[in-house]
C-alpha cells in the first residue's frame, strides 16, 4: 500500500524526475568509471567514490576496520571464513535541516575475485552499452547500489533541495564476512531506517522491494561407524562385520526428515506459503562415505551435511537446539548409536529479518517508487540471508532493499554480468524519491 503524494511532495519528487533527466549522461558515467575501477581491486573502487561523495560537497570520512574483530550478533562463521586483513568503509554525511527522519543508505563495493575474465564477450571493465543493458564486473553485485547512492545526492543537488532529516550514505564490504555494516552499526552508526541498494536477483528489478530475508543454518553430521576385525586390505569378504557408517547415516537422515515434516507443519509465515506452500527446510546437500580409490575397504565414518532455511519469529539458537535434539533421540534408539553418537557441528547461520509492508518504512519506499516507475512494488520473500538483516539484527534498525534489473551476478559464476540501463536511472531518482518521501526534501533556503 502506497500513501498519496500531496502537492509539497509531488513538486518535490517532479524536480528530482527533472534533475535525473538533465543528469543522465553523468548518472551513466559515474557507474562506467566504478567498473573501470574494478580492475584495480576495491581500494580503487572505494577512493573513486569518496572522490565522487567529495564532490558533492558532503562531509566524507574513511574509516577502516578488522572483520575479525566485529562483533557477531544473531549470525557466527567459521573461523577460517572471515577475512585476515584490515577492510575500508566510505562514509558520507549529508546532513539535514531539521524535523525529518534519518536515514542510512548502504551498498558494497566489493565484487568477487576477479577470475574467468577470457570467458566474457564483452570488456569486463569498459561499462558497454549493448541493446539497454550495461556490462561490466561488478556492476550487479553491486557497483550499481553504491553508484546509485552517489547519484541520489547527485540529483539532490541539482534539484535545489535539501534533506530535513539526515542522509548518511556507506559502501561498505560486504562479501566472505567482510561485515562491514555491521562494523560501522556497532561504532557507533544509527538511524531512523536504512536502505540497502541493490540489484535484484529475481529479475523484477524495481518492482520488487526486499522486506523479508529467512534465516539460514549450515550442518555437519559425522556419524561413526566401525570396520571388520580384521588386518586385510580387502574387506569385501568380512563386510558382514562392519558397522556400516552409510546405513547409519541414512538412519540420522530419515530422524532429520521426519523433522522437516514436524517443522512444516508446525512453523507457518503467510508470505513464505503463499509464496512456495513452506515456511521452512532442511536440506541435505552432502552425503559422503569411504573412498574412491579403495573401494574394497569398510568406510568408518559418513557426513551428513546441508542447511536449515527459517522465518522470522525463530532464533538461530532454538533451531540448531531442534536439529541436535532430533539426532540426539534418533540417536538414543540405535544400538550402536547410543554409545557411539554422531557429532553435530554448526557452521555458519544467519538469523531472519522482516520489515512488515505496513510499516512506515515499507509505505515511504513504496511510495517512492510508484512515483517513478508508475506501479506499486510487492515484497519477495524468497530472499535468504539477504543484507537487509544486518541494521535489523545488529541495532533494531527497520530495513529494505532495492535495485535495478540486473543479471548475470558475478556471486553466480557468470559471464557478461549486466544492469539495465533505464532501470539503473530509475533507482537512482527511486533513491532520491526515498529521501523526499522518508527524510523530507525542501529547496534549499538562501
Known amino acids: 500500500m502506497t500513501l498519496p503524494a500531496d502537492d509539497a511532495t509531488g513538486a518535490v519528487l517532479a524536480r528530482l524526475r527533472a534533475a535525473s533527466a538533465e543528469r543522465r549522461a553523468a548518472t551513466i558515467g559515474l557507474l562506467q568509471a566504478l567498473i573501470a575501477a574494478q580492475r584495480d581491486g576495491e581500494a580503487a573502487v572505494q577512493a573513486r567514490v569518496a572522490e565522487a561523495f567529495a564532490a558533492l560537497g558532503v562531509v566524507v570520512e574513511t574509516v577502516a576496520y578488522d572483520p575479525a574483530a566485529v562483533p557477531l550478533v544473531g549470525e557466527f562463521a567459521a573461523p577460517r571464513a572471515t577475512p585476515a586483513e584490515t577492510r575500508t568503509c566510505v562514509v558520507a554525511r549529508l546532513k539535514g535541516r531539521g524535523g525529518g527522519r534519518s536515514l542510512i543508505f548502504f551498498a558494497h563495493p566489493d565484487s568477487e575475485p576477479l577470475a574467468g575474465l577470457d570467458t566474457w564477450t564483452r570488456d569486463p571493465f569498459a561499462g558497454t552499452i549493448e541493446d539497454g543493458r550495461l556490462y561490466g564486473w561488478g556492476v550487479a553485485d553491486d557497483l550499481a547500489g553504491v553508484a546509485a547512492m552517489v547519484g541520489a545526492v547527485d540529483l539532490i543537488r541539482a534539484a535545489g533541495l535539501e534533506p530535513d532529516g539526515d542522509v548518511i550514505l556507506v559502501s561498505t564490504p560486504s562479501k566472505r564476512h567482510a561485515r562491514g555494516v555491521s562494523s560501522l552499526l556497532h561504532g557507533g552508526l544509527t538511524a531512523d531506517a536504512a536502505v540497502y541498494l541493490h540489484p535484484a536477483e529475481s529479475g523484477a528489478g524495481l518492482a520488487e522491494v526486499k522486506a523479508f530475508a529467512s534465516g539460514q543454518l549450515e550442518f555437519r553430521i559425522d556419524v561413526p561407524g566401525r570396520g571388520p576385525d580384521t588386518t586385510e586390505p580387502l574387506q569385501t569378504a568380512f563386510a558382514h562385520q562392519a558397522i556400516d557408517p552409510i546405513a547409519k547415516g541414512a538412519y540420522v537422515r530419515a530422524a532429520l526428515r521426519q523433522l522437516e515434516a514436524e517443522r512444516a507443519a508446525r512453523i507457518r509465515h503467510p508470505l513464505l506459503e503463499a509464496a512456495v506452500g513452506r515456511s521452512t527446510n532442511i536440506m541435505v546437500s552432502h552425503v559422503v562415505a569411504g573412498s574412491l580409490d579403495a573401494l574394497a575397504r569398510a568406510p568408518e565414518l559418513c557426513t551428513v551435511a546441508g542447511a536449515v532455511s527459517f522465518p522470522p519469529g ?29 557429532t553435530v557441528r554448526f557452521l555458519a547461520g544467519v538469523s531472519p529479518a522482516e520489515t512488515p509492508a505496513d510499516s512506515p518504512l515499507f509505505r515511504a519506499v513504496a511510495q517512492a517508487v510508484e512515483a517513478v516507475t508508475g506501479r506499486a512494488p510487492f515484497v519477495n520473500p524468497m530472499h535468504t540471508a539477504s543484507d537487509i538483516r544486518n541494521p535489523i539484527v545488529q541495532k533494531g534498525i527497520p530495513t529494505v532493499g532495492l535495485g535495478p534489473l540486473g543479471g548475470d551476478l558475478t556471486q553466480n559464476g557468470r559471464i557478461d554480468e549486466w544492469v539495465d540501463l533505464e532501470d539503473h536511472l530509475r533507482a537512482v531518482e527511486a533513491a532520491a524519491a526515498i529521501v523526499a518521501t522518508w527524510c523530507g526534501l525542501g529547496a534549499v533556503r538562501a
Open 314 to 342: 525463530e532464533t538461530l539458537e532454538a533451531v540448531a537446539e531442534e536439529l541436535a535434539g532430533a539426532v540426539r533421540t534418533a540417536a538414543a534408539n540405535d544400538p550402536w548409536l547410543a554409545t557411539h553418537p554422531p
